[in-house]
């Protein structure tokens, strides 16, 4: 059980052009979900924090107008990088938690800007 | 603001060799505590959590300790193997009704045949 996917695994893309992730819950109904990126031999930081049917939290220095997050149904929640550029290349992970006792996490999508 | 240490970053042993990962945090006033493994290029594996009212947790040759008070967490690996090479993340869990988790940046392990 407490299974989460992501998709697309990997995403390539031309600069300036938007690009949506999406993380799933698979068996199980997710009140909270959470963003993070991972750069090249860093840890996780967590990007924002979204409840279903509500707006989410961007943690501080997050352009929430950049990173677009839906979390329209206790099962899905999607990511959108909006005119993406190559700084935003990165490891993106999200995790998945009901009542806020455990996070599950996804595989991952390794987005590459060109 | 909670603050995550790991030590060492890297941690290079024999085959067979039992090996201890060290975990340090900031603010005690944690909700729980969890160690992950990640491979190469690849997501999380939840290892083990701790609640805040635990002081261990075991799972196979895996054993994980927490003593909030001191702000520290060690995770002790019996008997490596090649297969436990990769990355070992610990990650805390913020109190005070938030569930957010604050991640150290890993130690990578690398257990030589």
């Known amino acids: 059980g407490a299974v989460v996917s992501q998709h697309p695994s990997w995403v390539i893309c031309k600069s300036g052009t938007s690009v949506k992730i999406e993380c799933r819950s698979l068996?199980?109904?997710?009140?909270?979900m959470f963003w993070y990126r991972q750069f090249p031999k860093q840890s996780l930081m967590l990007m924002a924090t979204s409840n279903e049917g509500s707006k989410a939290t961007y943690e501080q220095g997050v352009e929430k107008d950049k990173f677009l997050i839906n979390h329209a149904s206790l099962t899905l929640s999607t990511l959108t990088v909006t005119s993406a550029h190559p700084e935003d290349s990165s490891f993106y992970i999200c995790?998945?938690?009901?009542?806020?006792?455990?996070?599950?996490f996804g595989p991952g999508t390794r987005l590459t800007v060109l | 603001k909670q603050e995550v240490t790991q030590i060492p970053a890297a941690l290079s042993v024999p085959e067979g060799e039992n090996l201890v990962l060290n975990c340090s945090f900031t603010?005690?006033?944690?909700?729980?505590l969890q160690w992950f493994r990640q491979d190469p290029g690849k997501g999380l594996t939840s290892l083990l959590l701790i609640q805040s009212s635990q002081r261990e947790q075991t799972s196979g040759r895996l054993n994980a300790s927490l003593d909030k008070s001191s702000g520290r967490s060690t995770l002790y690996i019996a008997a490596s193997q090649p297969g436990d090479s990769a990355t070992y993340l610990c990650?805390?869990?913020?109190?005070?009704?938030?569930?957010?988790?604050?991640f150290g940046k890993g130690t990578k392990l690398s257990v030589i045949p």
């Open positions: 990650a805390v869990g913020g109190g005070a009704g938030s569930y957010q988790l604050t």
């Open positions: 995790s998945a938690s009901l009542a806020g006792i455990e996070q599950f």
């Open positions: 068996d199980f109904q997710a009140t909270t």
């Open positions: 603010d005690s006033a944690i909700y729980n």
